[in-house]
T-cell receptor, first 115, second 109 residues
Framework: NAGVMQNPRHLVRRRGQEARLRCSPM?????VYWYRQLPEEGLKFMVY????????ESGMPKERFSAEFPKEGPSILRIQQVVRGDSAAYFC?????????????FGPGTRLTVT | AQRVTQPEKLLSVFKGAPVELKCNYS??????LFWYVQYSRQRLQLLLR??SRESIKGFTADLNKGETSFHLKKPFAQEEDSAMYYC???????????FGQGTRLTINP
């Protein structure tokens, strides 16, 4: 089991462009979480998804950010019209069961730099 | 509001010395508390959770509800303990983790 995969590992975007971050959960995991880590800060929850459903998006900025986890394929975190303040490390985690939410296996992260 | 505070950004101790990484939390209710660790060039991983009351790699953490603390301790530090440590909480019935800012622990030989 390769673990949670995220790509790209590094992404550079100019202000105003779109960023798409991908997360492939561990095999057999149907729960995905996205966290953002700003410089010098801890990880902050953004969104929790199950296959085809957004369960909790309380940590998502109201504008420009969206997430999906389709029936087939990876989960996508999409940031439209990026700004410098979006520069951060974005981590994805997956878990096998709703009953064990603390069993979150983390990916290596995608480091987004907005120039 | 849910909040986790790790007052030390950096902590440096000598090999063989005791280690204590501080964590305080704010939550109205009974949360679950965790310590996560990230070794150099590795992924963030769960170290221990308060409910299990285990000792993992020599580390223990006791939940003190009166002081709302969950400090991580090890009596004799080893060089391989050098890593970034994050304290985190999960509220009752919640699915998301609330992390502290992290403490970078360096064990000097």
């Amino acid at each position: 089991n390769a673990g949670v995969m995220q790509n790209p590992r590094h992404l550079v975007r100019r202000r105003g462009q779109e960023a798409r971050l991908r997360c492939s959960p561990m095999k057999g995991h149907s729960h995905v979480y996205w966290y953002r880590q700003l410089p010098e800060e801890g990880l902050k929850f953004m969104v929790y998804l199950q296959k085809e459903n957004i369960i909790d998006e309380s940590g998502m900025p109201k504008e420009r950010f969206s997430a999906e986890f389709p029936k087939e394929g990876p989960s996508i975190l999409r940031i439209q019209q990026v700004v410098r303040g979006d520069s951060a490390a974005y981590f994805c985690a997956s878990s096998p069961r709703r009953e064990l939410p603390y069993e979150q296996y983390f990916g290596p992260g995608t480091r987004l730099t907005v120039t | 509001a849910q909040r986790v505070t790790q007052p030390e950004k950096l902590l440096s101790v000598f090999k063989g010395a005791p280690v204590e990484l501080k964590c305080n939390y704010s939550y109205s209710g009974s949360p679950e508390l965790f310590w996560y660790v990230q070794y150099s060039r590795q992924r963030l991983q769960l170290l221990l959770r308060h409910i299990s009351r285990e000792s993992i790699k020599g580390f223990t953490a006791d939940l003190n509800k009166g002081e709302t603390s969950f400090h991580l301790k090890k009596p004799f530090a080893q060089e391989e303990d050098s890593a970034m440590y994050y304290c985190a909480l999960m509220g009752q019935g919640a699915q998301k983790l609330v992390f502290g800012q992290g403490t970078r622990l360096t064990i000097n030989p």
